[in-house]
């Protein structure tokens, strides 16, 4: 709690630099505080193949997003809290935290920079698919994300940027539980290139080092070349295509005799491994009177809590249609597959599922939704397992745009 306290502290500080430096300019302060009423139904609450548990849930979410933007100004920031109640299984309620805040500005017109920050304290029930690709047993974790970086017109159709990532994730460990704690650093470098109205090449180039609590270390340099296009007002698709060239050092434990003793024991020996593995990232968006289409897929690899590094592939895909003026119709189908790659480790998961949904708006600025989704996870290599998991939700959403 220390540590989000200084964290807002630390938002707030940027908020009033922001505020101040473009007083002469015209625009306001958009404060939109929120709130989300959740109750809900989940069959297996520890994502467990054996033992399975379910529960009622009910959770409250208040947040608040504050908006500043300027012709050289953009502010983005979000504070909320997840408080949840778990009926049967109550040693399981906690209240998460999620902090974020978004900022550029142009010092010039070609010179600009950036700034996004992130800390969230959640418990890994499925949050830890979303960043590792990897599914583990249910874990308070605290993650602080910061990515500043600066951008650079050097023609009217030429742009070079310049990125640096800073994260840290910390699993506060249960008796028996023995995740790895990690700190990353990467660097990226980037040239755009305005082909034409409708068209953007890009490049990019990503190295990018992490440490873990267990010592292992993973070094990886990404090239990547895309374009971003936009096919008519409605359409547009944006791709990152390239590779991830990768370093690993483990420490495994072997048996070697004493050179004294002339006993067997055991004894930590670093192995370095190498490999190269694909990188790719499509989203395509296409937009009709009525409604909407998403699609995103992602290949590429992450750090993860077993103190080594995942391949995985994200797929998601997300509809949205207006049935009449207040009722919406939305559903979500995903796939999300990851391999663990570390020498000596056989690990494969594959989880997917749909998620479809009814959100009614009551006003302009309450609704309800009513929503459902299936989950099936398959586990293969050294354990082989299989579990499904049914979610239904009801939900009630408020929120009012204040501005100052």
């Known amino acids: 709690m220390v540590r989000g306290r200084r964290f807002c502290g630390c ?23 929120a ?4 109750g809900q139904y989940l069959s297996n609450i520890n994502n467990a193949p054996r033992n399975v548990q379910s529960d009622y849930i009910a959770s409250v ?49 070609r010179l600009g920079l950036n700034l ?20 583990i047993n249910r874990q308070t974790r605290t993650s602080v994300a910061a990515n500043p970086g600066l951008s650079y017109f050097l023609t009217e159709r030429w742009s070079t940027s310049l990125n640096y990532g800073f994260n840290l994730v910390d699993y506060q460990a249960r008796e028996g539980r023995n995740y790895n704690n990690y700190e990353g650093h990467s660097l990226t470098h980037g040239f755009d290139y305005i082909l034409n109205e409708k068209t953007t090449l890009l490049s990019r180039l990503t190295a990018s080092f992490y440490k873990y609590s267990n010592n292992n270390t993973t070094a990886a340099l990404g090239p990547q070349l895309g374009f971003s296009h936009k096919y008519m007002e409605k ?22 005799a004493n050179t004294f003793t002339g006993f067997l024991e055991l004894r930590q020996q670093s192995q370095t491994s190498s490999s190269v593995s694909p990188f790719v990232t499509l989203g395509a968006n296409y937009r009709w009177q009525t409604g909407s289409l998403g699609l995103n897929y992602v290949r590429s690899q992450s750090a993860n809590a077993y103190g080594n590094q995942s391949q995985y592939n994200n797929f998601n895909l997300n509809v949205s249609q207006a049935l009449t003026e207040r009722l919406n119709l939305s559903v979500n189908p995903y ?52 579990y499904p998991v049914n979610d239904v939700w009801l939900t009630f959403n408020y929120a009012t745009p204040l501005h100052y």
Do not use: M
Request: overall charge neutral.
């Open 11 to 33: 938002l707030w500080a940027v908020c009033l630099i922001l505020g101040g430096s473009t007083a002469g300019l015209s625009a306001d302060w958009i404060v939109t505080p």
């Open 35 to 38: 709130i989300e009423l959740k």
């Open 61 to 109: 979410r208040p947040n608040i997003s504050l908006s500043y933007n300027t012709e050289i100004t953009l502010f983005q920031g979000t504070l909320a809290l997840l408080g949840l109640h778990y009926f049967h299984n109550s040693e399981l309620d906690r209240i998460n935290q999620y902090y974020s805040f978004l900022a550029s500005h142009k010092l010039t017109p």
């Open 116 to 135: 996004a920050t992130a800390f969230i304290t959640d418990s890994t029930a499925t949050e830890e698919l979303q960043a590792s690709g990897t599914v």
């Open 235 to 256: 359409w547009d698709i944006n791709f990152l295509g390239g590779l991830n060239i990768n370093r690993i050092k483990s420490d495994t434990r072997v048996l070697a």
């Open 335 to 386: 796939v999300y597959t990851s391999t663990i790659t570390n020498p000596g480790s056989d690990y494969n998961s594959v989880y997917y599922g749909i998620r479809p949904g009814l959100s009614y708006k009551l006003t302009e600025k309450a609704s309800v939704g009513a929503y459902y989704a299936f989950s099936y996870r398959t586990v293969s290599g050294t354990t082989s397992y299989s």
